[in-house]
C-alpha cells in the first residue's frame, strides 16, 4: 500500500514562502520539526529547492522534479512528472518540501500538510495561497509559539482532507 502523500511547508501570513531560494526567517524549532517528520521518508522537490539545500539531508530520499532532462546530481533521483515521482517513493512516506510550483502540483493528490504558519506579513519573492482556500482541509491540531526577540509568532498546524 502507498503511503500517504505530505505536504510539508512553512508559510507566513501574506503567503510567502522563500526569499532568495530560502526561508525568509529562522525557526530552528520548525527545522527540527521538519527533520523528525521527514527522517526516514522520501522528500519529493523541485530543482530550486533542491539547490537551496544546505546539501544532502541525511536519512532521506531526495527526489527532484525538473523538466530538465539532463539535470542530475548525486544523492538525487530524478522524476520529469508528478507521477513518476510518486513511484519512485514507491512505499515510503512521502514528503512534498517545495518549492510552490511543486506544493500545487502536489496539493489535489495530498492528504495531509504539515503546515507551520509564520505570524505576521514576511517579505519575500515566492508565495503560496492558503491551502484552506484551495480544498477541504480540516486543521486536526495546533501548536501556538509566541514571539521571541527577532524571531516572529508561528503555529505548527496539521491539515487533514475532509
Request: no cysteine; glycine share 12%.
Amino acid at each position: 500500500m502507498i503511503n500517504p502523500l505530505t505536504l510539508i511547508v512553512a508559510r507566513s501570513a501574506n503567503g510567502v514562502i522563500g526569499r532568495d531560494g530560502g526561508l525568509p526567517w529562522r525557526l530552528s524549532a520548525d527545522l527540527k520539526r521538519f527533520k523528525s517528520l521527514t527522517m526516514g521518508g522520501a522528500m519529493i522537490m523541485g530543482r530550486k529547492t533542491f539547490d537551496g539545500l544546505p546539501g544532502l539531508l541525511p536519512g532521506r530520499r531526495h527526489i527532484v522534479v525538473t523538466r530538465d532532462r539532463r539535470w542530475s546530481a548525486t544523492g538525487t533521483e530524478v522524476a520529469h512528472s508528478a507521477a513518476e515521482a510518486l513511484a519512485l517513493a514507491g512505499d515510503e512516506p512521502a514528503w512534498v518540501i517545495g518549492g510552490a510550483e511543486i506544493f500545487a502540483l502536489f496539493l489535489p493528490m495530498a492528504e495531509r500538510i504539515e503546515l507551520t504558519e509564520v505570524v505576521g506579513d514576511i517579505a519575500g519573492d515566492t508565495v503560496m495561497p492558503d491551502p484552506r482556500d484551495v480544498g477541504e482541509w480540516n486543521e486536526v491540531s495546533r501548536e501556538e509559539h509566541g514571539a521571541d526577540g527577532d524571531r516572529p509568532a508561528y503555529a505548527f498546524v496539521t491539515l487533514v482532507r475532509g
